[in-house]
């Protein structure tokens, strides 16, 4: 059972900048693809940025340029760098991963922009 925690939320002014960490455990193997979905109030769940276990990276057309994403192999760790941050950004940020066809969540974090 793979098992993700994420840090680093927390309330951030609009234009500043804010990392993300999700570090997995119980895994005996690579993890394939891992990455960060939002969910802000009222809306649906979505893909904010993706990597694959070889680095190949793809972002929401809105975050592009802002947001990088990047992953620790040898900590089984995804990193979500989060710059110019918008109150549009405001969301629950939910690190996942993909194991061995199934998916996993981390619990959530808070990413409050205040303007």
């Known amino acids: 059972q793979v098992q993700l925690v994420e840090s680093g939320g927390g309330l951030v002014q609009a234009g500043g900048s804010l990392r993300l960490s999700c570090a997995a455990s119980?895994?005996?193997?690579?993890?394939?693809?891992m990455g960060w979905y939002r969910q802000a109030p009222g809306d649906p769940r979505e893909l904010v940025a993706h990597?694959?276990?070889?680095?190949?990276?793809n972002y929401a057309a809105s975050v592009k340029g802002r947001f990088t994403i990047s992953r620790d192999n040898a900590k089984d760790t995804v990193y979500l760098e989060m710059n110019s941050l918008k109150p549009e950004n405001r969301a629950v940020y939910y690190c996942?991963?993909?194991?061995?066809?199934?998916?996993?969540w981390g619990q959530g974090s808070q990413v409050p922009v205040a303007s």
């Open positions: 996942h991963a993909r194991y061995f066809g199934d998916m996993y």
């Open positions: 119980g895994s005996r193997f690579r993890l394939d693809g």
């Open positions: 990597i694959t276990s070889g680095g190949s990276t």
